[in-house]
């Protein structure tokens, strides 16, 4: 594939990406839709700059686009965090949790917007020409390295957060932690090929790896994550409640489970979502694997049943 194919590629996924942006400032209901904003107007920074920094025929030029990649990269990984946070704890962090976390990113863009001054970042830019096109290369500097190790803890921190959302909802697909996990896996091969050296021309495929996170997060927070506030709050209190709770539609088909549920009964994981249990006081199903347990079950047909 051209320069100039990857380029358009680009540019099609950054006006996707502003898309997304208008869509979620129109849909501001979701409790992860605030720092998924911040995350997609960095992400959109990072590609539009990338495809542009292709098309530059200066290094005046291609500097230029570097500092505007940087304002969006700095901060993809801390927003990305804040993100996954949000999704295991249904709160946001402490404040000098966050100041840590966009510590490093506002000093690697400080030293990218004056990387003429001094060499902590990038101890200089030269151009390699390749196909009509001049590409930037770079001699990495010391906090270069200490951006890149920052961002694999981020990233791998992330991992971790919504692994344990989504082993909470039983490893099923239909929910947004599965979706967020996909989107920050799959950042991981485009990384692992450029770093190899095995990218076309020698491109940096990580704009390409984050445009397409981009959309899989999208997906978890407006087609997944589309609660209200008084929503998130009730059912985080669910989730923390240590009785064990299963919830029943008017069918006695099994429509949620908390986390204590599981621990009681193994076999209760999102595969069971919808199926019907003949009787809530008596079904077999339900016999607790450890005793001294006390269950409720709740069931709403018309009025709300406690057994």
Not at 105 to 125: A, C, I, N, R, W
Not at 126 to 153: C, M, N, R
Not at 268 to 291: C, M, W, Y
Request: aromatic share 18%.
């Amino acid at each position: 594939m051209t320069i100039d194919a990857l380029r358009i590629l680009l540019y099609a996924a950054s006006a996707a990406i502003f898309a997304i942006i208008i869509y979620s400032i129109i849909r501001q209901k979701s409790h992860l839709a605030r720092y998924f904003f911040f995350s997609a107007v960095c992400s959109f920074m990072y590609v539009f700059g990338y495809a542009s920094e292709l098309g530059s025929r200066t290094l005046e030029q291609i500097r230029f686009w570097l500092t505007i990649e940087y304002f969006g990269l700095s901060f993809i990984g801390t927003f990305w965090f804040l993100l996954s946070w949000k999704l295991w704890y249904s709160h946001n962090p402490r404040f000098r949790m966050s100041l840590i976390l966009f510590f490093i990113p506002f000093v690697t863009l400080l030293l990218v917007t004056t990387q003429e001054y001094q060499g902590f970042f990038y101890k200089s830019l030269s151009l390699a020409e390749s196909e009509g096109h001049y590409l930037v290369v770079i001699d990495k500097g010391p906090w270069y390295w200490v951006q890149t190790i920052f961002q694999l803890l981020i990233i791998l921190m992330s991992l971790y957060l919504q692994l344990r959302s989504w082993r909470r909802y039983g490893g099923s697909r239909a929910n947004d932690s599965f979706w967020m996990l996909l989107g920050t896996f799959n950042l991981i091969p485009w990384i692992v090929v450029y770093q190899l050296g095995l990218s076309p021309h020698s491109v940096d495929l990580g704009p390409f790896g984050i445009a397409i996170s981009t959309f899989f997060i999208a997906v978890a927070v407006f087609r997944y994550g589309a609660l209200t506030s008084e929503e998130v709050l009730l059912y985080s209190i669910f989730a923390s409640i240590e009785d064990a709770v299963v919830i029943l539609d008017r069918e006695n088909r099994i429509s949620d489970f908390n986390s204590a549920a599981q621990k009681i009964f193994p076999w209760l994981n999102a595969s069971r979502l919808g199926k019907t249990v003949s009787n809530p006081i008596d079904a077999p199903l339900f016999e607790p694997s450890h005793q001294g347990k006390i269950i409720k079950f709740v069931s709403i047909a018309g009025s709300k049943r406690f057994y």
